[in-house]
């Protein structure tokens, strides 16, 4: 159980240098295909894992929805961002 919750520590802690970039250049460099379902299967992974019970595909389940949320908002946001930027330098 223990190796289990190390190795989904592990996987989080990957995503810091994609976070890190995005927040270095300060501007989106992926796409939006992988990560938005990657939210609709986490949450709806989450709650056959409630009903039987298994802490751990839950846990697992916890993780990739809110990572991939996380990475979700902020390409977004830098997105966003990039637009008013050019709106900006236009006028």
Not at 1 to 14: D, E, G, P, R, V
Not at 44 to 61: R, T
Not at 65 to 72: I, V
């Amino acid at each position: 159980w223990k190796a289990n919750i190390l190795t989904q520590l592990l996987i989080s802690f990957a995503y810091l240098p994609m976070f890190h970039k995005l927040y270095v250049e300060k501007k989106k460099s992926d796409s939006y295909f992988a990560w938005v379902p990657n939210i609709f299967i986490a949450s709806i992974a989450v709650y056959p894992a409630m009903v039987d019970g298994n802490s751990l595909s839950v846990i697992y389940s916890v993780r990739s929805f809110s990572l991939s949320l996380l990475t979700t908002l902020l390409l977004f946001y830098y997105q966003t961002r990039a637009k008013k930027v050019a709106s900006a330098i236009s006028k």
